[in-house]
Nanobody, 121 residues
Framework: QAQLVESGGGLVHAVGSLRLSCAAS????????MGWFRQAPWKERAFVAD????????EYVDSVKGRFTISRDNAKNTFYLQMNSLKPEDTAVYYC??????????????WGQGTQVTVSS
């Protein structure tokens, strides 16, 4: 059974950094698109970034461009979200997700359980 497990969340001061990891098992990781989403209190879950299977294409929501970097290590079945220059408005539960080619992020194949990121001012 496929599983995604996030780690690396926590409490950090503004302008600090965190790196989230998402370890995948039970799926053909190297063929999947991997993404990060976040859900702030009282808001809907929203797209943050994604990376294609080949790692040759990445996309980011405008609010994190230049601060966050998504990457993947297919040999380790793990992908990452490096978050720098964090702001209080980045506070949210962060979820990783995976989708197979041909599917969209509207309904990905798998979700992780989420990890809390809290940025204090």
């Amino acid at each position: 059974q496929a599983q995604l497990v996030e780690s690396g969340g926590g409490l950090v001061h503004a302008v600090g950094s965190l790196r989230l990891s998402c370890a995948a098992s039970g799926l053909t990781f190297s063929l999947c698109y991997m993404g990060w989403f976040r859900q702030a209190p009282w808001k809907e879950r929203a797209f943050v970034a994604d990376i294609a299977w080949s790692a040759g294409r990445t996309e980011y929501v405008d609010s994190v461009k230049g601060r966050f970097t998504i990457s993947r290590d297919n040999a380790k079945n793990t992908f990452y979200l490096q978050m720098n220059s964090l702001k209080p408005e980045d506070t949210a539960v962060y979820y990783c997700a995976a989708r197979q080619p041909g599917r969209t992020w509207v309904n990905p194949d798998y979700w992780g359980q989420g990890t809390q990121v809290t940025v204090s001012s």
